[in-house]
Each structure stands twice: as C-alpha cells, then as structure tokens.
C-alpha cells in the first residue's frame, strides 16, 4: 500500500507559476512510476505528466509540454510538478498516482494503483 497527499494548489493569475508536492508514504516510494492527472469539472480525469522510478525518463501531455515540468526526490519520497504559463484551461484538481508497471508507459487512470485525494488549481483570467 502506498499513501499519497498532494498539496500546493491554489488561485494564480494566468501566466502565473505554481509548484504541486505529493508526498508518498507506505512502501518503497523508488519502486514505483509516478505520475501527475488532473480532471475539470464535468471533464474526464486526463494524463498530464510521468516520470520514471530514478527520475531519468520523463513523458508530457502535449497540452502541457513546454510549460509543466515533474520530478521526484526518492531521498524525500516526494514528486513534484512545477506548472508555468498557466492558463484558465489548466483548471482542475490535480492528483498524483503510483504506477508500479515500469515497462509500459500508462497513460490511462485505470492503469495506475495508488491515487492522492487530489490538490485543487485555479487559473483565472
């Protein structure tokens, strides 16, 4: 089992910056590809960003490429995305998923075997 919690979300300008943490706990965070979702209202929960287990190999959205960036600190069980340029489509509950699958690049939620309660972002215009 492996317990997520985001944070960092928040209201920012468009254009602005913000910078999302999920914190991981419970089994060996190294072990496990992570990944950043997010879902607007009435809009189905999409893909955004994925990074490998040692954080070497990164994949983007194209919605996002350019402007978001994931990461990860396995010293501090922690994952990142830092979110530039936003914009008011960017809007949504952002939320951090454990893939223990390396092989295969998972791009679709049901994939995915451990989920954060989700960190709220709100660009306004």
């Known amino acids: 089992q492996v317990q997520l919690v985001e944070s960092g979300g928040g209201l920012v300008q468009s254009g602005g910056s913000l910078r999302l943490s999920c914190a991981a706990s419970g089994r060996t965070f190294s072990n496990y590809v992570m990944a950043w979702f997010r879902q607007a209202p009435g809009k189905e929960r999409e893909f955004v960003a994925r990074?490998?287990?040692?954080?070497?190999?990164?994949y983007y959205a194209d919605s996002v490429k350019g402007r978001f960036t994931i990461s990860r600190d396995n010293a501090k069980n922690t994952l990142y995305l830092q979110m530039n340029s936003l914009r008011p489509e960017d809007t949504a509950v952002y939320y951090c998923?454990?893939?223990?699958?390396?092989?295969?690049?998972?791009?679709?939620?049901?994939?995915?075997?451990?989920w954060g309660q989700g960190t709220q972002v709100t660009v306004s215009s």
């Open positions: 998923a454990a893939d223990i699958q390396w092989q295969v690049t998972h791009t679709l939620p049901s994939e995915y075997d451990y």
């Open positions: 990074i490998s287990r040692t954080g070497g190999r990164t």
